[in-house]
């Protein structure tokens, strides 16, 4: 119904993602357990069935936390990641509840996982916000069968990283915090881990960066603060 909204998830819901049969999926953290993750399904409707409750922690009392919206993947299944202190791992589920733990992610990969983004090869990158040669975050590479490949570690140059969004030409694009700089910048992040500052704003564009989204002319807009 235009204009009315309907509560139909938790707080620990962080966004969903549109399913083939037209209904969304999402896990939530903290809804029923701070150890626990419900998968979700939400019809359009507003009809929320709890698909599957599990744990991926290293131990049962792990307080973890969901750390983005579900990815749709090319197979249909659905692809997150979930954070707990230093640790993190990332995982998915099908629209019938089927839950796989895909990979814990090792230190030199990268720890605490923030947000995962569908390539057009299928194969999902992620950045994290701890972790890394640098114990900064990385930018990470996960296959569908939990393969992880880390890609470039951040915090010589840049300290964090995030709305990572592929381009036409197959690297990504993303808004990135840089060393000695308290506002932000858009970079290129190549699949070989090079990165490169396109553009810094002034303060009259906005210099902080909020979010980036690829348009159909496959240009990027973006969202900032003055």
Not at 19 to 27: E, K, T, V
Not at 107 to 123: F, K, Q
Request: net charge negative; hydrophobic share 35%; aromatic share 8%.
């Amino acid at each position: 119904e235009a204009g009315a909204l309907t509560e139909v998830a938790g707080a620990g819901l962080k966004g969903f993602a549109e399913g083939l049969d037209g209904n969304f999926y999402g896990a939530c953290s903290g809804c029923t357990s701070e150890t626990k993750v419900l998968a979700l399904r939400i019809t359009k409707a507003g009809s929320m069935t709890t698909l599957a409750e599990f744990t991926l922690g290293p131990d049962t009392d792990t307080t973890v936390n969901v750390v983005g919206p579900m990815v749709r993947g090319s197979d249909g299944h659905f692809y997150g990641g979930w954070g707990a202190g230093h640790t993190g791992a990332l995982f998915k589920f099908t629209s019938e509840g089927t839950v796989t733990k895909l990979a814990t992610l090792a230190y030199e990969a990268g720890a605490y996982p923030t947000s995962l983004v569908r390539a057009e090869d299928g194969s999902f990158y992620g950045v994290t916000r701890s972790g890394g040669a640098n114990d900064l975050g990385t930018v990470f590479r996960l296959v569908q069968d939990g393969t992880v490949e880390p890609v470039v570690s951040l915090g010589s140059t840049y300290l964090a990283l995030g709305g990572l969004v592929e381009g036409a030409d197959g690297n990504l694009y993303g808004i990135a915090a840089e060393v000695g700089t308290q506002t932000g910048s858009i970079v290129r992040v190549t699949p070989t881990g090079t990165i490169t500052t396109l553009a810094s704003p002034t303060l009259a564009q906005g210099q902080y960066l909020l979010s980036l989204t690829r348009g159909s002319d496959d240009n990027f807009y973006g969202l900032a603060l003055q």
